[in-house]
């Protein structure tokens, strides 16, 4: 194993951002019109002049991790879906492309510019227009950021169905958009389940109205589904009803100390064996991330020793002492069978906390060290960590690269990444197609959660059978004829 | 110096992440279904006690705690970080909000005189009264020294100098022993109870008692009148210019 202390090296970030159109220097950009003074006049007219930025864009221009970079010179930020849908007949009209943005948190470069695509953005339709306390639901409009959402509801006793640690960022539509995963998918489901109605724009300007609150309604197909993680590629949302779960009262979290991938694997089904209905989280991660984590972040590890692995598990109950009761019967279990060799239970909200935090931190304090390769697979549970085992073989002659695994084991979802001091095309070359193949060759998913984006959209075949792409390109054409809508994302440019 | 018995205290209280609210008779807050935890400042009594006894200064470590039946699992948790038996005495529930700082002193001083410890570590304050009496109480009554705010503690023979936390910066101290301290947040990093300490610490001893056993009365001597939430912050006014900020300065008799 690679000594973590020399990889640990910070590096500037300036060094690592490239342009989308570079990263792939065979993309072309597409056959749109140019922006001139009339179109921006126009939108000023249609959103106001507050609704319209021209100087100071690289926040709207490069993603999150510094990765990619578009050259918009226009950011548009209507407050009314009216408004989206005056913006995008102009676009249409004029064959002008663009970019719909939330929180701009997104992995996969999807919510960038690869060139000069206006950037829609959605910052200004942040209204939370109702909640109601019986049904549980909440109508909001997409701009809202998740972590405002989550304290609104909280108001009333309820909670977001998802989480993800982007959520002081992220913006409801954006997660909508994207079908964002998250930490709770294993207690709460997938998003889609909890959405009952939704507004989108179409790319013509059309209003598609589904918005409904109506926990059950089979009156004809659900094409609300279609929009969600279509990645902005189809039309844009503008408004969301979703079904919120009651917030829980009593919150734990454990977490372990393994030695082997398959001790984990033991500990997680002892711990779902144990603790059923209560699981809201089930994570991994490996010693590398825990090292990076207190290195970097100086987060402490609340264990005295360094594992190889560590699971953590989060319960969220509406009773103390029967949750208690199962956590107890869940660590003398695991401490019986062998599969933890240690481990710590959070005594207060913030020792809870702080064991959440290293997990949520990983990306942030490997993003510090250099440039990161990240996949986001679906994998059968006893391959997961495999993969990172034959990548990390793959990069040992690689100076400087190191590689590590951690994920939400609960969903079979790995999140490898590989970082290198520099962008290095050589580096890529190892990893991919080779990181594609191998989760094709065990049908698995080539983006489990984070989506295509732009760094993905060619590899869409790994997990598509042909059929499959094809359809969801005539989809494209029936919603977006002139292609305007986020291009060079999701669909296949050049395979 | 070694083989120092030492009483520590512990509290249970509702878990300071947690939003307060206050309950409608205004006469306290909710705390039914409200997370409860350890007293932050007496897991630092309690970690020092621990790291203590590892350098060998410290013998025995036995941790009381006087609150509901509720309280044993914050003796648990003490029991769980390193200290080697508990004592519970036991209030009924409900009325562990009418336990005030006094009763709780003399408690402590009981246990003293039954347990002969030759150090007694308390938590600076608990965060739901906010007190920070039962310390300086317990004290007086023992007629003990009293090192408070201690940020930091170090044992030499038979007395220990302790770093206390004061207005003006810091103060060094130094106490001769039986002496009573009390925990600041800055004396150290409270451990986290690791799980196989959890399981041990099921085995371990946690004797059950009471006021009247004790021969305490417990009766409070302060009557909570009233209980309500801090008043909604106004909202500021903008002005354009400093002549209308020197006339609304003057409207509003500032000036």
Redesign the interface.
């Known amino acids: 194993m690679i000594p973590v202390r020399q990889c640990l090296k910070l590096t500037p970030l300036c060094s690592q951002i490239r342009h989308g159109s570079r990263m792939f220097p065979q993309l072309k950009r597409g056959s749109f019109n140019r922006i001139t003074d009339e179109d921006v006049n126009l939108f000023a007219g249609i959103v106001g002049q507050n609704g319209i930025k021209t100087e100071e864009l690289d926040h709207y221009n490069t993603d999150w991790l510094n990765t990619v970079s578009g050259f918009t010179e226009l950011v548009v930020s209507p407050k009314s879906v009216e408004e989206v849908a005056a913006v995008l007949r102009h676009c249409n009209g004029r064959r002008l492309a663009v970019v719909p943005q939330g929180g701009n948190t997104g992995l996969v470069g999807g919510s960038n510019p690869v060139f000069d695509e206006i950037v829609l953005s959605l910052e200004r339709l942040n209204n939370i227009s109702h909640i109601d306390p019986y049904a549980g639901i909440v109508e909001c409009e997409a701009g809202v950021i998740l972590q405002n959402l989550s304290d609104k509801v909280g108001e009333h006793g309820y909670t977001v169905p998802l989480d993800l640690g982007a959520r002081g960022s992220c913006f409801i539509g954006g997660n909508l958009a994207t079908h964002a995963g998250g930490l709770r998918v294993v207690r709460y489901g997938q998003l889609r389940g909890s959405v009952l109605g939704m507004r989108v724009v179409l790319p013509d300007g059309q209003i598609l109205d589904g918005r409904s609150n109506m926990r059950k309604d089979n009156t004809g197909y659900d094409i609300k589904q279609l929009f969600i993680g279509s990645e902005g590629t189809l039309g844009v949302i503008t408004d969301v009803s979703l079904l919120l779960p009651q917030t829980p009262?009593?919150?734990n979290m454990?977490l372990?100390g393994c030695d082997s991938f398959d001790d984990v694997i033991k500990c997680y089904r002892l711990s779902r064996q144990c603790l059923g209905e209560i699981v809201s989280a089930c994570e991994f991660m490996d010693s590398l991330c825990m090292t990076s984590v207190n290195d970097i972040l100086g987060l402490?590890s609340?264990?005295?020793d360094s594992h190889p692995f560590y699971y953590l598990v989060e319960t969220s109950g509406m009773n103390?002492d029967h949750d208690?009761e199962k956590l107890e019967t869940c660590?003398?279990k695991?401490?019986e069978s062998g599969c933890?060799t240690?481990?710590?239970?959070?005594?207060?909200?913030?020792?809870a906390?702080h064991m959440m935090s290293l997990r949520e931190n990983i990306a942030p304090a490997l993003k510090a060290v250099g440039f990161n390769y990240k996949y986001d697979v679906s994998l059968p549970i006893q391959h997961m960590y495999s993969l990172v085992e034959k990548i990390r073989n793959k990069m040992r002659k690689t100076e400087g690269a190191f590689s590590v695994g951690y994920g939400h084991l609960g969903d079979n979802n790995l999140h490898l990444n590989i970082i290198t001091p520099q962008y290095c095309t050589q580096a890529l070359s190892l990893i991919e197609p080779f990181v594609y193949e191998e989760v094709s060759r065990l049908k698995g998913s080539i983006s489990a959660e984070h989506g295509m984006g732009l760094k993905k959209a060619n590899y869409l075949r790994y997990s598509k059978d042909p059929s499959m792409i094809a359809m969801m390109r005539s989809l494209k054409d029936v919603f977006d004829p002139n292609g305007i809508m986020n291009p060079y994302k999701l669909l296949p440019w050049n395979d | 110096m070694s083989g120092l018995r030492v009483l520590v205290g512990c509290k249970r209280v509702i878990?300071?992440?947690?939003k307060i609210r206050v309950r409608p008779d205004s006469l306290g807050v909710v705390t039914d279904?409200v997370?409860h935890?350890?007293n932050?400042f007496d897991e630092n009594a309690i970690e020092e006690a621990v790291r203590m006894k590892q350098k060998k200064v410290v013998k025995e470590i036995v941790v009381a705690s006087c609150g509901p039946s509720q309280s044993q699992?914050t003796i648990r948790?003490a029991l769980a970080m390193g200290a080697d038996r508990g004592i519970h005495v036991e209030v009924p529930a409900g009325t562990d909000a009418n336990l005030q700082p006094l009763a709780v002193a003399k408690i402590f001083s009981k246990l003293v005189e039954k347990e002969k410890p030759d150090l007694v570590i308390l938590g600076k304050q608990a965060i739901d009264d906010d007190a920070n009496q039962t310390t300086q109480l317990l004290a007086g009554m023992l007629d003990w020294p009293q090192g408070t705010m201690a940020s930091v503690v170090s044992a030499s023979d038979g007395s220990l100098t302790i770093t206390r936390e004061i207005d003006g910066g810091l103060e060094d101290i130094s106490v001769s022993l039986p002496a009573v301290i009390s925990a600041d947040l800055r004396l150290n990093?409270p451990r986290?109870?690791?799980?196989?300490n959890?399981?041990k610490a099921k085995k371990k001893k946690i004797e059950k008692m009471t006021p009247d056993k004790l021969g305490v009365d417990i009766t409070p001597r302060l009557k909570i009148l009233n209980v309500v939430d801090p008043p909604v912050r106004q909202a500021g006014d903008k002005v354009p210019d400093v002549t209308t900020l020197v006339e609304k300065l003057k409207e509003k008799g500032h000036l």
């Open positions: 009262v009593s919150v454990a372990f402490a609340p264990l005295e103390m208690m660590i003398e695991v401490f933890a240690d481990g710590v239970m959070a005594t207060s909200k913030d020792q906390r | 878990d300071y992440a947690v279904g997370k935890s350890m932050p699992e948790t990093e986290y109870a690791t799980l196989p959890i399981m």
